[in-house]
């Protein structure tokens, strides 16, 4: 194939698959099915199916196009060699997709949560495997070697159309958790499943016979890559790279500061990210060990011991859009309508959707019935785990290289199968977590009728200090810590806000603060955190009493006396900016804090008088 016919099938394909995926989302979308199906759909559409029409077109009219002249390639072809040289981007997108969701892998919600989400990754993927290894093997007839990794791909669940729906609609909390870290042990489960496939079927394989040495190898390489790109990343992402990003919004040098390793979510972080991802995956590759892998321990690192903005930074629509729509019409476009025409084929698709669709969904409902007391997961948390083109998914048709053409043609047939639960299955989750939403809201909405909750504001420019603040304040604390101190505001929050729950925006102001002192000396601190949790900001202001203070790791060496603890919401990266601005700018009025305690504490006095 000439390279000049090569270059013009990519250009032609990304401008096709490009435009008709973009079109296909905004459908699906208007309609309620998901913009992510609706992507997948688009890309089917300029798939092998239509270029075989196209091709057919050209031969049975030839003589009446003479532009087009004699192809020395068939659509089909130059479709299918394009596609090939487009293929990296997968493992690339579905690394980041994999580094985001470990924001959810923090030690304090693993402690929280972990035991939950390990009883239900074990539990929808090992009924999943058998379900699905023994329809392939009993009713499908095929080797036992090609029915369990076919099982092993059934296990797999895609992370990346449930991420963006719940990016889409801010979904926190405890399912989100729970979803998130029952997502990376099913990554690591199926690298488990697949490592002990290839020994029982060793002999089946052209892999060399593992030993000891080779496993500690293999762990060595692959931890040393994760922990590489972790420091990588935690060097790149210093103040003074993204510290021009604020200077710009507030003279404050003190706010520019804080806001420097901060929650806000920048164009800097986002690049550095995607750049040392790229790298991940690609060295991953060429030391043949999994990127998955890799990539979750960096991510592991980055939640653990840096900070939760670097998630944030992969979140923003806006700036990831593009990255969604790409991979959803890349997988989409490997379809081809050519399997159906084959009644093995239709058999081999029908067990293997009907069996990994009672896996995923009765193995997930088993384990929220053991898990969740209050039966509220049971509903929603099943569906998320539908959607399949994960990981092993992913791996499979980039490697393209296989050890039988019995299991080269198994993967072949499941290809549209792994679609369909790619396109349904996102339109499920956007039902799913649209409903589990409008619970949530209607439960805020019933807070603020009986006055539980503050009502809701939505422009920035309304910001003021009485507004953030409103009656939040408690003076003369006796705690030790700053820990025990943030413990304690959380707790008005909880009471007198839309937090729904402590644990999680507990965990928020705590890593945000690992990250750097939210100390700015003069014994004040302004710790702060985003999240979904909120629609407009809250302040919750606490003082120490006269003559005790706490240590902060203040510039100044001081120790604290004025906490002003500051939540605000994650869609609005500005607001928080322009709340943080308020506080501070109050903060340096002369004789301010002094003003502020003695009428909360007069307001203290009155009402114990009362």
Known sequence: MLSADMTMAQILLIGALIMTAFVSGKIFRKIGLGETAGQVVGGILIGPSFLKFIDYLLNRFEDGLPFFGKADASMVQLHENALSSLLFYLPVYMGVVLFTITEECHADRIKELGKQSLITSITHTLIT??????????????????????????????????????????????????WAQSTTIDTITELILFVIILIVFSAQTQFAEPDFKGFVRFAGVTLAIGVGTFFLIKSAVQNRLICDEFSEKTSNKKLVDLLSSDSIPTVTVLFIVWAAVCMNVGTAMVFKVPFTIAIIVTGLLVSNYHSQYIFDSLKVPDLMRFSHLFFF????????????????????????????????????????????????????????????????????????????????????????????????????????????KKIISDERTEKIEKGEAPVPVESVELISFEKILQDRIIVDIDVRSKEDAMKMMCAELLKHGNISELQNILSLVLEREKLCSTGMGDEVALPHCRTSDVDYPMVVCAFVKEGDSIEWDSPDGQGVRFIFLLVSPTNDPNMHIEAMKTITTRILQPGFLKDLYESAKSDESDETTS
């Open 329 to 436: 019409a890349l997988i989409g476009s490997r379809f081809d309508f050519a399997i159906f025409s084959d009644f093995s084929n239709l058999k081999l698709i029908g067990i293997y959707i009907v069996l990994r669709t009672i896996g995923k969904l009765f193995g997930t409902w088993l384990a929220c019935l053991i898990i969740d007391r209050e039966k509220r997961l049971q509903k929603f948390l099943p569906y998320l785990f539908l959607p399949n083109m994960g990981a092993t998914g992913i791996s499979l048709l980039v490697m393209g290289t296989y050890v039988s053409k019995s299991l080269t043609d198994s993967i072949a047939a499941i290809i549209p199968a792994m679609l369909l639960f790619e396109v349904a299955g996102a339109s499920l989750v956007n039902q799913v977590l649209k409903k589990w």
């Open 129 to 178: 495997f058998f379900l699905v290894f023994g329809g392939l093997y009993y009713f499908a007839d095929l080797p036992a070697f090609v029915a369990a990794i076919l099982a092993a791909v059934a296990s797999s669940s895609s992370p990346a159309s449930v991420l963006i729906s719940m990016t889409h609609r801010q979904v926190e909390g405890r399912m989100k958790t729970i």
